[in-house]
């Protein structure tokens, strides 16, 4: 399917026959049990968002200032207020992030008051401003900070009680957790299976684990997450690497905007936002693997179908007789057929994350490999290819994959030596 990040409908320009190693018996084929740890309905609707924004503003935006100390408005402003009123006159979910970290608060270091000061301030947030799409925890502190133990755990209790469809994210989750750096990349092995006892903050994931706890890769437009005068967005070819190794990784990008001293986010970072956006549904809009006729339950032409709720589901059977693989056959009209030099592959990952290894052939010449697949993978190629069979082979699985999509695109903006 055409990324979510401006909706646009994937042109048909082929005709594609798929085979695959199963029989076609799936019509009587029950659904298929899920591989445990399964996510919940709000994390399957934040992943499926793929990119959400950040803003930082504050009195940081007007002291030109990374770390501040906080006076508003003489004390009688409720940025808080404005913010969600403005995001959802306009049809937009509101998130929020509270840091831990209040600098002018009398009480930081004593353990009890400074707690209980920061969950009435959740609870404030939590009661007084409508629906909240996710929460954003980390463990903020200064260098030469005075000691301070904050209450995660209770935190995340209250935060629960008081709006059970939020997302809750911090380091180690409990419902996404963050990548482990602030540059916008997940490593190319990516679980969204956890252990929340044993994790490594930045580590791939555990795929024999209890949790799901989905990592999410934040980073700013610009080098700091407040705007300052003298700072750039970052370029196009920057922003569309980003794009490739967190959502083409598994993550959501959390990517930040920072509103300047105006309270509105520069005209250049508008513009260049606008061309991240063209540029993705340039590559996403058209799926040259498109065109076969959409088949019900369980079949292999699900991959092809563009929608998220429908899948390819192969038997045992079929993997202990032939090993899990599905192909397309490309036949296309005029002397040759059209290059591609982007492979986009998605499970069904509302059953559980499966995929270990995978491998992608184009008419029986390796041309990516890779291991965990999650919600979405991208392979940039070294160069552009073209062919008449594109074969995706399962080398390694928990259970039988369920494959939801199997895409081929053009990527005009950048160049081979880049890719």
């Given at each position: 399917m055409a990324s979510p990040l401006l909706c646009l409908a994937a042109a048909a320009l082929a005709v594609v026959a798929v085979l695959v190693s199963t029989t076609e018996a799936w019509r009587a084929t029950p659904p298929?049990?899920?591989?445990?740890?399964?996510?919940s309905a709000p994390q399957l609707k934040w992943q499926c968002r793929e990119v959400i924004m950040f803003f930082h503003f504050g009195m940081n935006t007007f002291t030109d200032s990374e770390w501040g100390t906080g006076p508003w408005r003489g004390g009688r402003g409720d940025v808080v207020r404005e913010f969600v009123d403005a995001a959802r006159a306009r049809g937009v979910d509101a998130g929020l992030y509270l840091s831990p970290w209040d600098r002018h608060d009398e009480r930081y270091g004593e353990e009890v008051a400074y707690n209980e000061?920061?969950?009435?301030?959740?609870?404030?947030?939590?009661?007084?401003?409508?629906?909240?799409s996710e929460i954003w925890f980390d463990g903020a502190k200064g260098k030469n900070a005075t000691n301070m133990t904050y209450h995660f755990q209770e935190w995340f209790q209250t935060v629960k009680?008081?709006?059970?469809?939020?997302?809750?994210?911090?380091?180690?989750?409990?419902?996404?957790r963050w990548v482990g750096d602030e540059k916008g990349y997940a490593g190319t092995t990516c679980w969204s299976t956890v252990n929340r006892s044993m994790i490594t903050i930045g580590e791939?994931?555990?795929?024999?684990?209890?949790?799901?706890?989905?990592?999410?890769?934040?980073?700013?437009?610009r080098t700091g997450w407040f705007w300052h005068k003298n700072e750039t967005a970052k370029p196009l070819s920057q922003l569309l690497e980003i794009y490739y190794n967190s959502v083409g990784r598994n993550c959501v990008l959390l990517l930040n905007a920072p509103p300047n001293s105006t309270?509105?986010?520069?005209?250049?970072?508008?513009?260049?936002?606008?061309?991240f956006g063209a540029a993705v549904a340039t590559i996403f809009g058209t799926d040259l693997a498109a065109g076969s006729e959409r088949g019900a339950g369980f079949a292999?032409?699900?991959?092809?179908?563009?929608?998220?709720?429908?899948?390819?589901?192969?038997?045992?059977e079929d993997g202990r007789r032939n090993g899990y693989w599905i192909e397309l056959r490309?036949?296309?009209?005029?002397?040759?057929?059209?290059?591609?030099?982007v492979v986009r592959i998605q499970e069904h990952v509302a059953l559980g994350?499966?995929?270990?290894?995978?491998?992608?052939?184009?008419?029986?010449?390796?041309?990516?490999?890779?291991?965990?697949?999650?919600?979405?993978?991208?392979?940039?190629?070294p160069r552009p290819v073209a062919g008449t069979t594109v074969r995706v082979w399962i080398a390694a699985r928990r259970g039988p994959p369920l494959l939801s999509a199997v895409g081929l695109h053009y990527d005009p903006f950048v160049e081979a030596n880049t890719m």
């Open positions: 298929p049990l899920p591989v445990l740890p399964i996510p000061y920061y969950e009435a301030q959740l609870h404030e947030l939590l009661t007084g401003y409508g629906s909240v009680q008081l709006q059970r469809s939020i997302n809750i994210f911090s380091d180690d989750g409990p419902d996404v791939a994931g555990i795929e024999k684990a209890t949790h799901w706890v989905p990592p999410e890769c934040d980073v700013s437009i309270g509105l986010v520069e005209d250049a970072d508008i513009a260049r936002l606008r061309e292999a032409r699900n991959v092809l179908d563009g929608r998220d709720d429908t899948y390819w589901a192969p038997t045992g490309l036949r296309r009209p005029g002397p040759g057929a059209q290059a591609f030099n994350q499966r995929v270990e290894r995978h491998a992608v052939y184009v008419d029986g010449a390796p041309v990516a490999n890779g291991t965990t697949v999650g919600h979405k993978r991208l392979h940039r190629l």
